[in-house]
């Protein structure tokens, strides 16, 4: 095991603060214009955001730290958030992993961008601030309601294989540290989130990412979930001194609450704002990424780079107890089974056991259960197999599962239903020809004043990915071909050549009677992300919880379809023993708190005009509004 430890003294949060005023001040007053003279967007807010993530050392009542009375008018209560992770608005709201980034998203909104312009810098910055759960190396899927044509629209940009990825031939696995460089799928980040903006925003790229741009320069402050990721992959980041040194001190840990910069990934976000998708993926930057990945054993060319395409897809969608929930269809494999797991929970009176029995928490994880070995056998890539989200779908399906389970005992052998995937023609192809012719996760929403809601899932496969990061570019690629099934037996999900990555991701927006947002959500987690949000939705609608309370409430999380369930200790004694005499073991149970099962980012659009959003703070996510 190696050795991490810290050569800094702790700076105090006075200095770091006055540093991180001190450099917004300096960009603010900078005589340089961005594209079309437009001004970097440098706020008191972004400031604040960033303030409040240094650690206190002292805090001393000042004059200064009384809010006008104008302000106190305007503060909202939001009941149920406990931590100080939420906010509320009347114009706009953003939750996702960073204060700072949701912040981001608010500035955006004042500005008059719509919640496509706020989402993408908000993705853009969490994969700064964030950077071994998600960024430019990776992939993502986002849900989009457009308040002007009253429609649910889905953007799905994951990662894809290259054409060299052969069955069998490449070294795709993740288990040895670092992961094997063959398994660097095409990340889709980039082309997904300018392709949104593009066709659904109302700013440029540089409009929209020069905070971002600004912040990497300026700096940010380092937090304990930094440090926690870098101890937990410290052994991949070391096998690359340029990775090692992104995100260390030479080696060492930052002290919590100091102040680091990024310098090489804001020169890579200047060239995305300013030559857009064809910057990234058909350019010499493209070839300099390329020729290091190569020279390291990795396969990608520049031609896979070039041929990537985002897809616009159909949301899919079931209705849950008078509501609507839209999510993300394949290559996901989280949209489909949430969306069984809802449709089976619908045939119990969840709301007439209670929150808090066993009854309740045995139905959720049967249901989990089920959805999620229906998920691993018939979803992958629509493009390549034909697979059965209707049926899976369908509340005709949901009873059928749903007999399976009793109240008050638990399911002992959960497994797939009785469904069919076949290959499509385009899949046939592909393995036929058999030649080369061809859990780190965010999750972030906004909502705006216009209607317009987005909740999006961000991902680099495992934390930090494969620890490849090409030496001046800021960033780490994803190794997400290790998703795909490397045997020629497999009946789905199988690796072939340009085949869409699946990814267990799930971004929602749940609607009310007339169609309308009302709650936009989701989690990070792998598997845990879809119970996650799961829960929230049943939360939400059967126990009439607002936001805050439907993310903070005590939460489980079936392990797949063992036994096992991490569930937190604040369910009652009567629940625990109650689970247990189901033959459920129960782990965590001695924590109020669990970072394993999930951490919600959602906004809740109120009858009151309001947006409320919240941060959990089972992994220091936060919220901004206004």
């Not at 990070?524 to 609608?541: D, E, Q």
Request: proline share 4%; with cysteine; aromatic share 8%.
């Amino acid at each position: 095991m190696e050795l991490i430890m810290s050569k800094k003294t702790s700076i105090g949060r006075v200095v770091a603060v006055a540093l991180i005023f001190l450099s917004l001040f300096l960009a603010g007053c900078s005589k340089s214009e961005t594209q079309a003279g437009t001004a970097p967007v440098v706020t008191e807010t972004i400031a604040q955001a960033v303030a409040a993530t240094v650690p206190i050392q002292e805090e001393k009542p000042t004059a200064t730290t009384t809010p006008p009375v104008e302000a106190i008018e305007e503060s909202f209560v939001f009941e149920g958030d406990l931590f100080g992770t939420g906010a509320v608005g009347r114009n706009g709201a953003a939750a996702c992993a960073s204060p700072i980034a949701s912040q981001i998203a608010v500035d955006i909104l004042k500005k008059g961008g719509n919640a496509v312009d706020a989402a993408v810098a908000m993705i853009y910055a969490v994969g700064l601030l964030e950077p071994a759960a998600t960024g430019i190396g990776g992939a993502g899927q986002m849900v989009i309601y457009l308040a002007d044509t009253d429609e649910y629209v889905s953007i799905e940009y994951m990662t894809q294989a290259p054409g060299a990825a052969v069955t069998g031939v490449l070294d795709t696995s993740t288990s040895d540290n670092p992961p094997s460089v063959q398994g660097l799928a095409i990340p889709g980040v980039v082309h997904g989130t300018l392709s949104a903006l593009a066709k659904y925003g109302t700013m440029t790229p540089r409009e929209v990412l020069q905070p971002v741009v600004d912040l990497a320069r300026n700096g940010f402050p380092v937090t304990s979930r930094w440090n926690a990721n870098i101890e937990g992959r410290y052994q991949n980041l070391s096998a690359y001194e340029y990775t090692l040194n992104l995100y260390t001190d030479d080696g060492f840990l930052w002290n919590e609450g100091d102040v680091i910069t990024n310098d090489d990934l804001a020169d890579t976000l200047e060239l995305i704002a300013d030559h857009g998708i064809d910057g990234f993926y058909n350019s010499d930057f493209t070839q300099k990424m390329v020729d290091y990945i190569q020279s390291i054993g990795g396969v990608l060319t520049r031609e896979d780079f070039a041929q990537y395409k985002s897809v616009e897809r159909d949301a899919i969608s079931t209705t849950y107890r008078g509501y609507t929930v839209y999510t993300t269809t394949g290559p996901s494999n989280g949209g489909a089974p949430l969306l069984e797991m809802l449709n089976i929970a619908e045939n119990f009176d969840l709301a007439g056991y209670g929150f808090d029995s066993p009854e309740t928490v045995g139905i959720l994880a049967d249901a989990y259960a089920m959805a999620y070995q229906d998920g691993v056998a018939y979803i992958a890539d629509p493009d390549y197999y034909n697979i059965p989200v209707a049926e899976m779908t369908s509340k005709e399906y949901a009873a059928q599962r749903a007999k399976s389970i009793t109240p008050g005992s638990r399911i002992k052998t959960a497994r797939a239903g009785k469904l069919s995937i076949s290959l499509s023609e385009t899949g046939k192809k592909i393995q036929e020809a058999n030649t080369p012719d061809q859990g780190g996760t965010s999750h972030m929403v906004c909502a705006d004043s216009m209607g317009n809601v987005v909740s999006t899932t961000n991902t680099n496969g495992i934390n930090f990915g494969s620890a490849v990061a090409v030496p001046g570019t800021g960033f780490v690629f994803n190794a997400h071909l290790s998703n795909l099934n490397n045997t020629t037996t497999a009946r789905a999900n199988q690796l072939m050549p340009y085949i869409r990555v699946r990814s267990t991701t799930c971004p929602t927006i749940v609607a009310d009677e007339n169609g309308k947002p009302v709650l936009a959500v989701g989690s990070p987690g792998n598997w845990a992300l879809v119970s996650a949000a799961f829960n929230a939705i049943v939360n939400f609608v059967d126990f009439d919880m607002n936001s805050a309370q439907a993310a903070l409430a005590p939460r489980s999380w079936r392990d797949g379809i063992s036994k096992e369930i991490y569930i937190e200790g604040r369910y009652s004694d009567d629940t625990q023993e109650g689970l247990k005499n189901m033959g459920f073991e129960l782990i965590d149970n001695d924590l109020d708190y669990s970072s394993h099962v999930g951490c919600i980012a959602a906004v809740q659009i109120a009858d009151d005009g309001l947006f409320y959003a919240i941060g959990d703070d089972r992994r220091h996510y936060g919220a901004a509004a206004y």
